[in-house]
C-alpha cells in the first residue's frame, strides 16, 4: 500500500482498570480505499477496526472491518472511537452521532463514556434446527433452560442468541468452527452468543462468550452489538 497509517488501539469494555477488548481505530479514514481499509484490519488482526470519516448525515461515518471482511456496525469499536474522540478534543457536547452501513445511530457521551443506539430487536426461532446449534458447540439438550428457546436476534447485526443453564455447562462449550461457520452463513449470522444467568459477580446479569469463525473472529471478549440482542 505504501501509506504511513496511524492506528489507536484502545481498549472498550474495561472492568476495574482490567481487560476489556481492543478495537482498532483510524482516523481520517476517507484517505483510504475499502480495499485498502481491509488490508490494514488484516494486518492489525483485532477482531476490528475502525474508520472514522467525514459524514453528510451524522457527525462522523465509521467503517468496521475484521481481518476477512467489512461488517455493518461494531458495538466495542464504536464505543472506543467515540470515548477516543472525547479523550482528544475533537468532540464535545453530551449527544453525537454516527453513520454506518444501514444509516444513523444516535451516540450519547457521558464524560468520556460514549453509549450507542441499536435497532429495535426482531427475534426469529430456529425451531427444529436447535440440535445442529447444539451440536456445533458440543452441547446436549439438557444443557438449555426449558423455558428459554435458541432464537436469532438482530439489532443491526444478527446472532444465535444461545442460553444454558450453569457457568459449568458455559464452560463446557467447545465449538466446531467450520460447523459454526456455516450455521452462520445459512442464518447471515454474524456468530453465536453463548450466555448463563449464573455469574462469579454480584450485580451482573449474565455471563457470556462469542464465536464469530465466519467474521475471522474466534472467540471475542466483549463485544457490543451482540450483548444488546
Known amino acids: ?3 504511513h497509517v ?6 472498550a469494555f474495561v472492568d476495574n482498570e482490567r481487560g476489556g477488548n481492543p478495537a482498532g481505530v483510524v482516523l481520517e479514514g476517507d484517505h483510504y480505499t475499502d480495499n485498502e481499509k481491509a488490508s490494514i484490519a488484516e494486518k492489525v488482526g483485532l477482531s476490528e477496526t475502525a474508520f472514522v470519516s467525514k459524514s453528510k448525515i451524522a457527525d462522523f461515518k465509521l467503517d468496521f472491518f ?6 455493518a456496525d461494531c458495538g466495542h469499536a464504536t464505543i472506543a472511537t467515540f470515548s477516543y474522540l472525547v479523550q482528544s478534543g475533537l468532540l464535545n457536547g453530551e449527544v453525537s452521532s454516527k453513520e454506518i452501513l444501514d444509516g444513523r445511530r444516535e451516540i450519547v457521551l457521558k464524560g ?3 453509549f450507542m443506539e441499536q435497532l429495535r430487536p426482531t427475534y426469529v426461532s430456529v425451531g427444529p434446527r436447535t440440535r445442529q446449534f447444539l ?3 458440543g452441547l446436549q439438550q439438557e444443557h438449555l433452560p426449558g423455558s428459554a428457546p435458541i432464537e436469532i436476534v438482530n439489532t443491526g447485526n444478527a446472532f444465535a442468541i444461545i442460553p444454558v443453564k450453569t457457568l459449568d455447562d458455559l464452560r463446557l462449550v467447545k465449538p466446531d468452527f467450520d460447523a459454526v461457520s456455516k450455521m452462520s452463513d445459512e442464518f447471515d449470522l454474524i456468530g453465536y452468543y453463548v450466555f448463563s444467568e449464573q455469574t462469579n459477580t454480584a450485580g451482573r446479569d449474565a455471563s457470556t462468550r462469542m464465536f464469530a469463525p465466519r467474521y475471522g473472529i474466534l472467540e471475542e471478549a466483549g463485544t ?3 450483548a444488546g440482542p
Open 112 to 114: 468520556d463514556m460514549a
Open 6 to 11: 496511524e492506528v489507536k488501539i484502545l481498549n
Open 135 to 137: 451440536d456445533s458447540l
Open 66 to 71: 475484521t481481518p476477512n471482511r467489512r461488517i
Open 224 to 226: 457490543g452489538m451482540a
Open 1 to 3: 500500500m505504501g501509506k
